[in-house]
């Protein structure tokens, strides 16, 4: 059993790809399942909220610092490893790197890790088994329904099946509107290049937030409030956001 990573006052912006300002009070890294068991069990015993953070995760940053305990799995959690089934996949694994691997080339442009591929659920299709931590123990489980209440540690990915990732940055969910795909939707309502400071839309894509360096947590939720606003004027359709705030706010 390896020894935590523990870091207080741990800047978000290194985390996050939207960057943000503050802070996760308290940081710990677990390498392995028994030190995970363990740290969760004494942060349970403390009651102390857990909010886990999968790597480079595609998160709206908060306001200001999150108080509670930041679980990042490192170690065990990002290996790889074949089998006569698929691939073994740790939960912290960037699901990007697995696309150049035969059978997975859907994923090459898939963004973050397996872990947050699995709460979205676009991911199930591929998964043959999950492991996960739920309630005092680890299961392992062929149910492969996204849980609140259960941390992915790993999961089986079974080759040669298509799945549909959304764009790394994507701030709503990419649905098709009336027929017509959610981007030439917003195409045609003008939000590419949209900005708030620097916080802005994707020329390339208007499904895609942008921060260029400066744009604080409060511009970039007044841009998605703004571009929600103005579809929903101009069509009717209300947008489904499909960012949300990091570390699941704090429930396991």
């Known amino acids: 059993m390896d020894s ?5 006052e741990e800047p978000i912006r290194r985390h996050l790809p939207l960057r943000g300002e503050g ?4 940081w710990i ?3 392995d399942e028994a030190t995970l068991l363990a740290t969760i069990r004494q942060l349970r015993a403390e009651k102390q909220t857990i909010r886990p953070i999968p790597p480079f995760q595609d998160a709206l940053p908060p306001d200001a610092s999150l108080s509670g305990v930041a679980l990042r799995l490192g170690g ?3 290996k790889i ?4 089934e698929g691939l073994w996949v740790g939960a912290s694994v960037l699901l990007a790197q697995l696309g150049i691997r035969r059978g997975y080339k859907s994923l090459e442009k898939a963004p973050g890790t397996l872990a947050e591929a699995w709460e979205e659920g676009w991911l199930g299709p591929m998964l043959a088994r999950v492991r996960r931590f739920k309630g005092r123990g680890f299961e392992d489980t062929e149910e492969i329904t996204p849980d609140a209440k259960a941390l992915i540690v790993g999961a089986l990915l079974r080759p040669d099946v298509r799945v549909y990732p959304p764009r790394a940055g994507a701030v709503f969910v990419d649905t098709r509107q009336r027929g017509v795909p959610l981007r030439e939707l917003l195409r045609k309502v003008k939000l590419s290049g949209l900005r708030v400071h620097g916080a802005c839309f994707a020329e390339d894509d208007p499904l ?3 921060n260029r360096g400066d744009a604080t947590p409060r511009q970039l939720r007044l841009l998605v409030a703004a571009v929600k606003e103005r579809v929903q004027t101009a069509t009717g359709l209300v ?3 499909r960012l949300v705030a990091p570390g699941r706010g704090g429930r396991l």
């Not at 802070?23 to 308290?26: G, L």
């Not at 490893?81 to 006569?84: C, D, L, S, T, V």
């Open 76 to 78: 065990d959690f990002e």
């Open 81 to 84: 490893e074949e089998r006569p």
């Open 239 to 241: 947008l489904q956001e």
């Open 23 to 26: 802070h996760f009070e308290r």
């Open 29 to 31: 890294e677990l390498r």
């Open 208 to 210: 895609v937030l942008v």
């Open 4 to 8: 935590p990573l523990f870091l207080e």
